[in-house]
């Protein structure tokens, strides 16, 4: 059997993740005099899609947007994170963001490291810039740091699981494993509150270089996690059947597509979108993040998109580089050096990177609440709001002031070990790692990416292909249940990430058969039509007698 710590950790708050998100709901929920445990899969001076830096920040400053939200919204709505949002979350967001932007500037994180706010980037000719541009390469460190200083625990290498409930529904405490060791032990915690933050679904599809499976522009150790435990917590999941793709230089994937000074154009010369004709630092080129697909529809034309730099001047080209390194992209930059490429000569071919789910999951409300009484989630996972490194800074700090407040009016802890949710995993733990043979979480992980490929993919999506899908990953799932094997701790890591996948695709498939028409990338060839009538309305699933429901509910 796999050991298990005898003794509980007790605390107010537990933070699920590292991240942004999690660090900054960690010092929220600290300032608010709570007890603060943050469980972290890796380390979080280097964790999370954040982990090596960002350079744009969404966010509202009055003095430089004027006094009226309004355009702002507006190009909340129809910037690349846009299209999702409830807009109570938009507008709260909003109001909230100056607020961190300061905090941020105070602790370290060079937010104006030119002097002034600086927006540029991801933007429209003619209209509102909400990116802020920052250097954000410090970020992880100085969160730590911040959260350190509070007296928050930080507990690395201990991924969460499963989130106890009590009778009622409520919260009363966690399952976690430590892999700190080759011999991995498992971590019971008794909480008033868990907050989850555990990022987006790297690995759910196949990365577009075949055998590289780490080879992916957001942070790969975030598998979805934390929406299969809040469903099967209870909570409600939205906007799940809706992908996302990112895109950047083709076969070398990394975010950071805005920072480019440059147009995306074809190989004569023409560019692909109508923004902009010129490279300008103030604009990007906005085309990638108004025409997701542009990549995959001139390729299918017989052509390629590539980002054109030439003919910028020497001052744009240091910004760009200074950019790209804020942003966490110095392996690109150190290999276009080792390959002799000169931006100012050479075009960059680009693509569409693989779909994730990044502001599809898990439900919250204002306060960052799911509908389970003590779980909030914020960042990357959560389905009904997305501002990415943004939105992780200020829901996160919404959701560790509201546990914080919340832990507060509860004046003891339950005993989540006696759960028999703590048994039940002990069990399936203790099987992966004494089977002598059987397939690795390579092969199951895999295995679900193929069948999310070809079953839930970005250009055909139809009810049967749903179905098959669906009884290829119930398969799947009953197959790794009962043959999985773990020889280690890391193994037992990469195992529980596999069933997460699982989890999370099927839940996929479901909402997506539900959604009966074509809107965005869900392409239902059955049903090849946007149907007005569900303008505004977000599918959830939730867990009803251990089986998903999906329902519609109107965006708020």
Known sequence: MIAIDKKSIECDVLVVGGGI???????????????????????????????????????????????????????????????????????????????????????????????????NGHAKPGRPRIFLKYGGAPQKEVLTREALK?????????????????????????????????????????????????????RLYSPRTAGWMFNTANCPACTGGGRAAAYRAGAKLVNIEMPNTHAGPKYFARCGKATWIGVLRDLDGKPAGPFVTQPTKELGDVTADIWHGVFTYKNKAGQSVYMDCSGIAEEDLNYMRWGLTQEGDTSLLEAMENQ?????????????????????????????????????????????????????????????????ARAATISSFENAEDSPQVEKKRELYSQLLDRKSGPSWKEATVAVQNVMNDYAGIEVRSEALFKTGLEYLGR?????????????????????????????????????????????????????????????????????????????????
């Open 21 to 119: 998100g999690g660090l900054m709901a960690a010092i929220a929920a600290a300032d608010g005099g709570a007890k603060v445990v943050v469980a972290e899969k890796a380390n979080t001076k280097r964790s999370g899609s954040g982990a090596t830096g960002n350079d744009h920040f969404q966010c509202y400053i009055p003095e430089i947007h004027g006094n009226d939200i309004a355009p702002i919204m507006k190009e909340m709505n129809e910037c690349l994170t846009g299209g999702w949002l409830d807009q109570d979350m938009t507008h709260l967001f909003l109001m909230e963001s100056f607020d961190r932007v300061k905090d941020w500037d105070r602790w370290g994180i060079p937010m104006r490291p030119h002097g002034t706010w600086e927006f």
């Open 150 to 202: 509070r007296g928050v625990t930080i507990m690395n290498k201990v991924p969460i699981s499963d989130v106890i409930t009590n009778k009622e529904g409520v919260v009363i405490g966690a399952i976690g494993v430590s892999i700190a060791e080759d011999e991995p032990e498992m971590k019971i915690f008794r909480t008033k509150n868990v907050i989850l933050t555990t990022g987006n679904t790297s």
């Open 340 to 404: 002799g490429i000169d931006l100012r000569k050479h075009m960059v071919e680009f693509q569409q990177y693989e779909p994730i789910l990044i502001g599809r999951g898990v439900q919250i409300n204002q306060k960052a609440e799911t509908d389970v009484p003590g779980l909030y989630a914020a960042g990357d996972e959560v389905g009904n709001f997305r501002a990415d490194i943004a939105g992780a800074c200020i829901f996160g700090h919404i959701a560790g002031r509201n546990a914080a």
């Open 476 to 556: 799947l799932q009953e197959s790794a249940l009962g043959g999985l094997t773990a020889s280690n701790s890391h193994e037992l890591m990469r195992c529980q990430e596999a069933l997460d996948l699982i989890e999370v695709g099927q839940l996929i498939m479901h909402a997506g058969d539900f959604r009966k028409e074509t809107r965005g990338k869900h392409i239902r060839v059955d049903h090849p039509y946007t149907n007005p009538l569900l303008d505004n309305k977000f599918v959830t699933v939730r867990q009803v007698n251990s089986n998903p429901l999906a329902e519609w509910r109107d965006r708020t």
